[in-house]
């Protein structure tokens, strides 16, 4: 079974301070894991994936993440926030064992990211 | 690369009419599309999972005959809501896998709200 836990529905940061959105999982294969950003009123947008790679995955707009195995982990960092960052951001875990169509992808509940001036 | 287009971006109607929304991979071809649904302020839900060619997978809790799903091209998913109710009213995303893909990586349309009075 699979599932992604946001631990902070609200995170509000200081414009030039860092990022830390986390995200925690669960899955019985191999994960492939995400980051999208939804700004309002649109679609979303990937910022990052992991899968299987490296484990520290630099996306779009200078965001990144790191997946720890041994923590079930896949925190969302930025080194400096900026005031068009502001957004809700998904975490998203898939079990992909090849090319059946049977995978599916899981939503986390979401982060309101803030951004104070 | 990887466009998905959605047609309407957003529809009112009456209730009681049905409202058929389109889901297009403008640069590639998906075998397999997923219509999510999101309400206010909250993450996405899966409704179903569309296979180009067959029928359409649908989450539990989820009526197949309310939103019917056509997946007739490797470009084209539709999501048609039967007899619409007011309790219809959402943002329904689209997201689309391309075909042969050995990432699970979705990309995802720009939504469309429907209002249903």
């Known amino acids: 079974a699979q599932s992604v836990t946001q631990l902070d529905s609200h995170v509000s940061v200081s414009e030039g301070t860092p990022v830390l959105l986390r995200c925690n999982y669960s899955s019985s294969y191999s994960p492939s894991l995400f980051w999208y950003v939804q700004h309002p009123n649109k679609g979303l947008q990937l910022l990052l994936k992991?899968?299987?790679?490296?484990?520290l995955v630099k996306g779009i707009n200078g965001f990144e993440a790191e997946f720890k195995k041994s923590e079930t982990s896949f925190h969302l960092t930025k080194p400096s926030a900026h005031m068009s960052d502001a957004a809700e951001y998904f975490c998203v875990v898939s079990s992909f064992t090849g090319y059946s169509s049977a995978s599916k992808i899981i939503f986390g509940s979401g982060t309101r990211l803030s951004i104070r001036p | 690369g990887a466009v998905v287009s959605q047609h309407p971006s957003w529809v009112i109607c009456k209730s009681g009419t049905s409202v058929k929304i389109e889901c297009r991979s403008l640069d590639f071809q998906a075998t397999t599309m997923f219509w999510y649904r999101q309400f206010p302020k909250q993450s996405l839900m899966l409704m179903a999972t569309s296979n180009e060619g067959s029928k359409a997978t649908y989450e539990q809790g989820v009526e197949k005959d309310k939103f019917l799903i056509n997946h007739a091209s490797l470009t084209l998913s539709t999501l048609t809501v039967t007899s619409a109710h007011p309790e219809d009213s959402s943002f329904y995303i689209c997201?689309?896998?391309?075909?042969?893909?050995?990432?699970?990586?979705?990309?995802f349309g720009p939504g469309t709200r429907l209002l249903v009075l």
């Open positions: 992991y899968t299987s790679a490296a484990t």
């Open positions: 997201s689309a896998r391309a075909t042969g893909s050995s990432k699970e990586t979705q990309y």
